[in-house]
């Protein structure tokens, strides 16, 4: 069974920035394209980016234009690098496969106060 561990969250103040780290279990990243979800308080979880393997990662709407995503295979980890955060963005981050077929992770918790 596939684990996932994202770390790196915490409190920051608007404008600010923060990096997230995801690190699988070994082989992971070489099955499936990857993402980056988030879930805000009372909100549905949404897709932020997929790392498709040996293409370009693809962003969605949501956050575009203020993260960047790096993966390394042969760690199995991927970051999330955000930057000019919004109150709006304060929300519990993870990882996952897009789509997410694996067991979710506790996540890492990111609140932006204004």
């Known amino acids: 069974q596939v684990q996932l561990v994202e770390s790196g969250g915490g409190s920051v103040q608007a404008g600010g920035s923060l990096t997230l780290t995801c690190t699988a279990s070994?082989?992971?990243?070489?099955?499936?394209?990857m993402g980056w979800y988030r879930q805000a308080p009372g909100k549905q979880r949404q897709v932020l980016a997929t790392a498709p393997r040996g293409s370009d990662i693809a962003y969605t709407d949501i956050m575009k234009g203020r993260i960047t995503v790096t993966t390394d295979t042969a760690r199995d980890s991927m970051v999330l690098q955000m930057r000019n955060l919004k109150p709006e963005d304060t929300a519990v981050y993870y990882c996952n496969a897009v789509p997410p077929i694996h067991p979710w992770g506790q996540g890492t918790e990111v609140i932006v106060s204004s």
């Open positions: 070994p082989n992971t990243f070489t099955r499936t394209a």
